[in-house]
């Protein structure tokens, strides 16, 4: 981008310098995407949008649209660390944002609650197939993605910066699954309906499933990065 052709605009250098790389990074993530990822250009640039500006992201689509598989791909072009949690009938609240034990000291006897943390605390969270669980375990991310923080025993924990949460799920006229209540919806920036490929797109899909290489992704942005991308939008 360049401040001279937009005479309204009143950037410094710093500025024009930061959203060039802002720009120069999206194509590069794009590009590792690219690799493992077939077609789903609108996809991809909205779930990028939403990760700069902070947001959460739900991915709608029938199973086998490599859902999962895209989310973990840009989870490896990001240096962050990345946690898949399936989403199940049997799954509990405990099991996503952790639980309290008790420790017992060795030396004076003494015993404490200690917390463990769940999977929730990674930056990137895949919350797979999430309408796959009642209502009651869904609810316990409410906290996590409004506040970025989670409360046990009266005590906050904060979860580490940045954090997303990118879920998927399936249509909810396939069977065994459950509607998202509207608050957990309102915790998302976008609702990505994830489409099938083109014919062309399914052909090249088939080549590179079938092949026996498998792409080499490099990491794109550190968390340091990204924070900073972040402030600059």
């Known amino acids: ?67 999962t598989l895209m989310v973990s791909t840009l989870a490896r072009t990001l240096k962050l660390s990345f946690n898949r949690i399936q989403f199940t009938p049997d799954l509990m609240p ?30 990137i969270i895949l919350a797979d197939e999430i309408n796959r669980t009642p209502p009651k375990t869904q609810a316990a991310l409410l906290e996590a993605m409004q506040e970025k923080q989670v409360t046990i025993g009266g005590v906050r924990n904060p979860l580490p910066a940045p954090f997303f949460v990118l879920a998927t799920q399936n249509p ?3 069977e065994g699954t459950y509607t998202l209540p509207e608050a957990q919806q309102d915790r998302f920036m976008f609702k990505i309906f994830v489409k099938y490929p083109s014919y062309d797109e399914e052909f090249q899909i088939a080549d590179t499933t079938t092949s026996m290489n498998s792409a080499d992704i ?9 924070l900073q991308l972040q402030q600059l939008v």
């Open 1 to 67: 981008m360049n401040a001279d052709k937009n005479p309204s605009a009143s950037l410094s250098n710093e500025d024009v310098q930061a959203m060039e790389r802002l720009s120069s990074a999206y194509d590069k993530i794009r590009q590792e995407l690219g690799k493992v990822i077939i077609g789903q250009r609108e996809v991809v640039e909205q779930l990028m949008i939403a990760i700069f500006a902070q947001g959460h992201c739900l991915l709608e689509g029938v199973p086998g649209l490599a859902k």
């Open 172 to 174: 909810i006229e396939q």
């Open 94 to 123: 405990s099991d996503i944002v952790g639980t309290e034990v008790i420790q017992e000291d060795k030396v004076s006897g003494n015993r404490e609650f200690k917390f463990l943390k769940g999977p929730i605390f990674s930056n």
């Open 218 to 226: 490099t990491s794109v942005l550190s968390s340091e990065e990204i």
